[in-house]
Nanobody, 124 residues
Framework: VQLQASGGGLVQAGGSLRLSCAASGRSFTTYAMGWFRQPPGKEREFVSGSRWSGGSVYYVTYADSVKGRFTISRDNAKNTLYLQMNSLKPEDTAVYYC???????????????WGQGTLVTVSS
């Protein structure tokens, strides 16, 4: 599985961005997919995940810091994962990575595959 993230950029505080992650190689319908980020000088952290729960049902989770502002979604027909980011804050500045966990590990995803990262910079 190869993951290609895009959509990062420079935005003012309060603005919005939508990240995309295109997956190739295999269908990710039954995979847990997610977004992580690494702020400057800090460790990588979980942002949001979408775990397959059977059939067409997915269970989504968010880090407390982004709840109510970010929305994860997936288009299985296009093998693409999205992260809609609204009300952005300077502390959201980071390199954002998409990730795939074919095993649907619980309670937290353990990615086997990572995208290359896309930089999001939020100015104050």
């Amino acid at each position: 599985v190869q993951l290609q993230a895009s959509g990062g950029g420079l935005v003012q505080a309060g603005g919005s961005l939508r990240l995309s992650c295109a997956a190739s190689g295999r269908s990710f319908t039954t995979y847990a997919m997610g977004w992580f980020r690494q702020p400057p000088g800090k460790e990588r952290e979980f942002v949001s995940g979408s775990r397959w729960s059977g059939g067409s049902v997915y269970y989504v989770t968010y880090a407390d810091s982004v709840k109510g502002r970010f929305t994860i979604s997936r288009d299985n027909a296009k093998n693409t994962l999205y992260l809609q980011m609204n009300s952005l804050k300077p502390e959201d500045t980071a390199v954002y990575y998409c990730a795939a966990d074919p095993k649907n590990t619980m309670p937290a995803m353990v990615p086997d595959y990572w995208g290359q990262g896309t930089l999001v910079t939020v100015s104050s």
